[in-house]
């Protein structure tokens, strides 16, 4: 019974389940001196074995009972041991999740939007495949007027349907005059194309918004109002501007409008007030159209190239950036 008590302390001693098997062994093992003692047992004669083998078996299963006693609790020990090695810290900062944004240019159409929306226009779209009709003839460019070798084409296939990659958003005024009386006052920003070379300030596609007002008594001062007030609200100070004459066949008069900035006047836009021959295809009212004045409908229009407009804003020297998807360049907006 002493042995017992010693043995159960040596066991409460292992500090690990490498020394605890290693203990286990010295008692239960092939030679252990516990599995010794039993296999003696049977070599014992009958009175010796009766004397003996009730104590043994206490003792076979109390160190059994003690040892699996003392393995319960290390392996639970170890567990936490191991635990704690892997500890949170739940006060770190999180890890940043990456996500995209808005490309610059559909930024800047949003906020175009916004302050034209505030002036009183409304957003519309058209089609980016255009009818001959709608890119040219409505907008008082006939077949063989100069004016159309300004505006390299894009043609679909077959040529005789006469389809096309617009060349402006210009057309879109056409189809909402045809469906609208005025008086209104729009803008249509989207994608155009033209045939042509690309380099730092030409590419094959870009954005243009167009605008249009038309009521009665519309006159170019309500213009310079209107793109001035969209130049300061577009680059957050007072931005000075100048029209100087131009021609495009769907404005009479027409005229460009120059920014001023640090380097001299830029060329921002296209404009001029609404052609009499552009109100006629649209099939607005001739005897109206005849009445000058407060009694006619007149209106502006103008074009802006959205891409320009970015380029100055963000200070972009190539155009091709925006459409090269890469991404170091994007991630700078
Ligand atoms: N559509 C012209 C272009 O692409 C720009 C333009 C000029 C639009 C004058 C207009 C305008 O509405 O009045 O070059």
């Given at each position: 019974m ?8 040596e066991i409460?001693r ?6 605890l098997?290693?203990?286990?062994r010295?008692?239960?093992?092939k030679?252990g ?8 047992l049977g070599?014992?004669?009958?009175e010796?074995?009766?004397?003996q ?9 109390e160190?059994?009972e003690?040892?699996?006693q003392?393995?319960k ?11 704690s090695?892997?500890?949170v ?22 906020k ?16 980016e495949i255009?009818t001959?009709?709608?890119n040219?003839?409505?907008l008082?460019?006939p077949?063989?007027?100069?004016a159309?070798?300004?505006?390299d ?17 210009s057309p ?20 155009v194309f033209?045939?042509?070379?690309s380099?730092a300030?030409?590419d094959?596609q870009?954005?243009?918004?167009e605008g ?5 008594d ?8 209107v ?19 131009s ?6 008069p027409?005229?460009e409008?120059?920014?001023k ?12 007030m609404?052609?009499?021959?552009v109100?006629?295809?649209?099939g ?11 009694e006619g409908?007149?209106?502006f229009a ?5 891409d320009?407009?970015a380029?100055?804003?963000y ?5 091709r ?7 170091r ?5």
């Amino acid at each position: 019974m002493e042995d017992i008590a010693k043995i159960k302390q040596e066991i409460d001693r292992a500090e690990n389940l490498e020394e605890l098997d290693r203990i286990r062994r010295k008692y239960f093992g092939k030679k252990g001196s516990i599995s010794f003692a039993l296999r003696t047992l049977g070599t014992l004669k009958e009175e010796e074995r009766r004397k003996q083998a009730p104590a043994l078996q206490i003792l076979k299963r109390e160190i059994e009972e003690a040892v699996k006693q003392r393995s319960k609790n290390l392996a639970a020990k170890e567990a936490d041991a191991n635990l704690s090695g892997e500890w949170v810290d739940v006060s770190a900062p999180g890890r940043k999740v990456r996500s995209g944004h808005l490309h610059p240019l559909t930024r800047l159409q949003e906020k175009v939007n916004g302050v034209f929306s505030s002036l009183g226009f409304e957003v519309v779209e058209g089609p980016e495949i255009e009818t001959e009709w709608y890119n040219f003839d409505a907008l008082n460019i006939p077949k063989d007027h100069p004016a159309r070798d300004m505006w390299d084409t894009f043609w679909l296939k077959p040529e005789s349907e006469k389809l096309l990659l617009r060349t402006h958003t210009s057309p879109v005024q056409i189809r909402y005059m045809e469906t609208h009386q005025p008086p209104f006052r729009i803008i249509a920003p989207g994608r155009v194309f033209r045939h042509e070379a690309s380099d730092a300030s030409h590419d094959i596609q870009f954005y243009q918004l167009e605008g249009l007002m038309v009521d009665k008594d519309i006159s170019v001062a309500n213009f310079k109002a209107v793109i001035n007030e969209f130049f300061k609200a577009l680059f957050e100070k007072d931005v000075k501007i100048r029209l100087r004459p131009s021609y495009f066949p769907f404005v009479e008069p027409g005229f460009e409008i120059d920014m001023k900035s640090a380097s001299g006047w830029l060329e921002m836009m296209g404009a001029g007030m609404v052609h009499p021959n552009v109100f006629q295809a649209v099939g607005y009212n001739p005897a109206n159209l005849a009445l000058s004045g407060a009694e006619g409908w007149q209106g502006f229009a103008f074009g802006i190239g959205l891409d320009r407009i970015a380029m100055m804003k963000y200070k972009i020297d190539d155009i091709r950036l925006f459409y090269g998807g890469d991404v170091r360049f994007l991630k700078q907006f």
